[in-house]
């Protein structure tokens, strides 16, 4: 017998109102994994998901979601490691809603799955357990590669290039690495911690971020080229 449709996505949890006008935390509190493995039930697991057709760098959305369902956190936030190194980040401040929850089948009766909730739950799950591990990584292939920038583009391909071989260095002109992530975007909407998190996650795969470095003026561009090709 097929399964009703739950047509209501979990709701998040947040902070009380009264509470969070006297503090800059983060709003939203996360789902608790029972509201996670209910959200999750509610995936189709359609054998083409389309959800999977809005994601920029192509997460296997299904695959993530039924381990999910399963309780199987620490493999859901693997899965979503394949192709995407910041998923704390990602749950957070994706536009889900113009990317792959509008694709969601479910989306044309009842609210889409709750894809970034789920992204930001699992990866908070392994982070907060202490279970991040490294993955397997491709041998060194010799060649060395400088990223400019560490905002979330610079840290997405420095995060692919490293688990390829490569030696990646991302030199940042500020003091902190993350660019938007760090500098732009509100604490109560992306909290500090959790993209020094993701950043220290990069680092631990084997990338070098060389902080205060601006192209042109600290360092030039030939020595960066002889930093990087030598
Ligand atoms: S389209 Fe929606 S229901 Fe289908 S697999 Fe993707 S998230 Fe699940």
Redesign the pocket.
Same mark, same amino acid.
């Given at each position: 017998m097929k399964k009703p449709i739950v047509a209501k996505k979990q709701p998040m949890p947040e902070q009380d109102p009264a509470v969070r006008r006297g503090n800059f935390k983060e709003v939203p509190l996360g789902y608790t994994p029972e509201q996670a493995m209910a959200e999750a039930e509610?995936? /189709?697991?359609?054998p083409n998901?389309?959800?999977?057709n809005g994601c920029p760098v192509e997460v296997d959305?299904?695959g993530f /979601?039924d381990l999910v369902r399963q309780g199987e956190f620490v493999a859901a936030a693997r899965k979503i490691k394949e192709t995407n190194a910041l998923p704390a980040v990602c749950g957070r401040v994706c536009p889900q809603e113009t990317q792959?929850e509008i694709?969601?089948? /479910?989306a044309k009766k009842f609210d889409? /799955?709750a894809?970034g909730r789920l992204e930001r739950f699992v990866a908070d799950w392994e982070r907060e357990h202490d279970l991040v591990e490294i993955p397997p990584k491709k041998a060194p292939n010799g060649r060395k590669v400088a990223v400019v920038g560490s905002g979330p583009s610079g840290l997405t391909v420095a995060g692919d290039l490293v688990l390829l071989g490569y030696e990646v260095t991302i030199y940042e002109a500020f003091h902190k690495p993350g660019g938007v992530l760090m500098y732009g975007i509100p604490e109560f909407r992306l909290p500090k911690e959790i993209v020094q998190r993701e950043v220290d996650y990069l680092v631990q795969l084997g990338v070098r971020i060389e902080l205060n470095q601006v192209i042109g003026k600290t360092i030039t561009v030939q020595e960066l080229f002889s930093n990087t090709f030598a």
């Open positions: 509610r995936c /189709l697991l359609c998901p389309q959800c999977m959305i299904r /979601l792959c694709k969601c089948v /479910l889409p /799955l894809i």
